[in-house]
């Protein structure tokens, strides 16, 4: 089965790297489709370029946040769901350029800041429903876990709003391709609370915690870590224009 990795990006200082170091990893990975949604009007030329020398296969998309639900650069990270219209421009894209019947293959939804082992790869790569792992650093916590006994999902080690349906991160599981035919409808939603777009996502596509495929050793390694990039200061670049007359030059792609 081919894995189609949905990664939703958008326009920042820390973007590119971002970028390279994931399709570093991906590099690694056989058989995987990078659909990469950018969070703007048009495809811009920076990802663009980066995609065509990448040597990872993608699909490249674009999707805007509207004004009102954008994120500004300085918001508090959880202010409002971030990737939703960006995933699914990629569902979209899936149910209309895949084929039901012939192309068997993997969902799996992973952020641009992320830091994926080979070996999540290799856990998801065989996904009947949905398969779920731990992810590191994460919910204020180590990890944040599914609870595994005799081989099934029987709860969450999780201390942010455990009673969420799903209550894991994004980077958390993988489904199988079919369940987004199965269920046309399916989609993300700006509209939901908090915390909320993995649960929502996972109901429609009609998951119930007895479907779910425990992989990493039964649910006991970590193999995907929520890391966050850290925002850089710029501030020297006003600095520096009053101080000669001008800044870093912006031909200089960062
Ligand atoms: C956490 C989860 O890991 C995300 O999967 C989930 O979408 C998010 O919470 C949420 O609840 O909205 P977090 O690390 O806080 O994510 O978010 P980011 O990594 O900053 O953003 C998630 C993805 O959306 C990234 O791939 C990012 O590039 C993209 N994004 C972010 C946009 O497309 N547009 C934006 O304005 C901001
Ligand atoms: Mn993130």
């Known amino acids: 089965p081919t894995i189609y990795m949905v990664t939703p990006t958008h326009t920042h200082p820390e973007q590119k790297a971002n970028l390279v170091r994931l399709s570093h990893t991906l590099l690694h990975v056989k058989n995987i489709h990078w659909i990469v949604i950018e969070d703007s009007v048009s495809k811009t030329v920076l990802v663009s370029k980066f995609l065509q020398n990448s040597g990872v296969k993608n699909t490249h998309l674009a999707a805007l946040t509207p ?34 019947n012939t192309d068997n293959g993997v969902v799996y939804f992973a952020d641009d800041d992320n830091t ?5 790869f290799q856990e998801m790569r ?50 199988n391709v079919n369940l987004f035919f199965n269920n046309p409808d399916a989609r993300f939603s700006n509209e939901v609370p908090r915390g909320f777009l993995e649960s929502t996502i996972l109901e429609q596509l009609n998951v119930k915690m007895e479907d779910l495929e425990p992989r990493a050793e039964n649910c006991s390694k970590v193999l995907v870590w929520h890391t966050r990039t850290e925002k850089t200061k710029l501030k020297n670049e006003q ?13 200089i792609e960062v």
Request: glycine letters at 8%.
């Open 239 to 251: 600095l520096m224009i009053k101080r000669q007359g001008q800044g870093s030059d912006p031909n």
């Open 67 to 100: 004004h009102e639900i954008k994120m500004k650069y300085n918001d508090p990270t959880w202010l409002k769901p971030k990737g939703v219209l960006q995933r699914n421009a990629a569902l979209r894209w899936i149910r209309e350029n895949l084929n039901p």
């Open 116 to 120: 994926y082992s080979l070996e999540i």
């Open 126 to 175: 065989n996904t009947k429903k949905a398969t779920v792992w731990p992810v590191g650093l994460v919910g204020g916590l180590r990890y944040e876990k599914p609870i595994v006994k005799d081989g099934k999902v029987t709860g969450w080690f999780t201390y942010w709003k455990p009673n969420r349906p799903f209550p894991m991160d994004m980077a958390g599981f993988a489904v």
